[in-house]
């Protein structure tokens, strides 16, 4: 899906369907987050971040993609200090008949 008619156009994945989900693993990262739009047609969200067992328990966060405005590239997720030797999983849930989407999912990686 892109962003308006005369542009700019940004890719992006996008729903308004309710309880819709995306999920992906996260490996080889110090940090990462997940960056999309926000407009006033935009709605509630979950993140659920699950790192390895050991590690301990899955972690849900709400947000709201909601704006008077359009916001570009805005940062929707953040989630620093992560073992880049172990895996997480990562669950986006939209919560309404709104939107949300995402642009990109930067993983940012330092040496061992």
């Known amino acids: 899906m892109t962003y308006g008619i005369d542009g700019p156009f940004v890719p992006r994945l996008a ?13 080889s990262a110090s940090a990462f987050y997940i960056v999309g739009h926000v407009n006033f047609d935009h709605g509630p969200y979950l993140v659920t971040f699950t790192p390895p067992p050991d590690l301990g328990p899955a972690l849900t966060y709400q947000y709201n993609g909601s704006s008077r405005w359009v916001g570009l590239n805005t940062l929707k997720f953040l989630a620093t200090g992560l073992n880049r030797t172990r895996t997480y999983q990562v669950r986006v849930i939209n919560l309404s008949n709104l939107y949300y989407d995402q642009s990109q999912i930067v993983i940012i990686d330092t040496p061992p």
Do not use: W
């Open 15 to 27: 729903t308004n369907v309710d309880d819709s989900a995306i999920s992906f693993p996260i490996s």
